[in-house]
Nanobody, 124 residues
Framework: QVQLVESGGGLAQTGGSLRLSCTASGNILNIYSLKWYRQPPGKQRELVATVTPFNGTRNFAEFVKGRFTIASGNAWTTVYLQMSDLKPKDTAVYYC?????????????????WGQGTQVTVSS
């Protein structure tokens, strides 16, 4: 059974940094994309960043460009969101999302999986 586990959230001051991690476990065959979303208080979930392991392509939302980066480890089963120059408006619950194929019984099936979310709070 595939699981995504996030960690690294917490409290930061304006201008500070945090690094979030997302680790995928299970009988994974292929990871097609990894995404970070966030949901600010009282707002809808929004896409923050996407990485395509096949070619390493990274895309970032305009509101984090130049401040957030993505790194990976363990053949992309762990992905890090490095957040710098944090602003109060970055306060949100951050979620990891993976589009991957994994073994389900005798078959490999492709599906999307979500982590449980990790709270990031940036104080002014």
């Amino acid at each position: 059974q595939v699981q995504l586990v996030e960690s690294g959230g917490g409290l930061a001051q304006t201008g500070g940094s945090l690094r979030l991690s997302c680790t995928a476990s299970g009988n994974i065959l292929n990871i097609y994309s990894l995404k970070w979303y966030r949901q600010p208080p009282g707002k809808q979930r929004e896409l923050v960043a996407t990485v395509t392991p096949f070619n390493g392509t990274r895309n970032f939302a305009e509101f984090v460009k130049g401040r957030f980066t993505i790194a990976s480890g363990n053949a992309w089963t762990t992905v890090y969101l490095q957040m710098s120059d944090l602003k109060p408006k970055d306060t949100a619950v951050y979620y990891c999302n993976a589009d991957l194929s994994a073994k389900n019984g005798d078959l490999y099936e492709r599906d999307q999986y979500w982590g449980q979310g990790t709270q990031v709070t940036v104080s002014s």
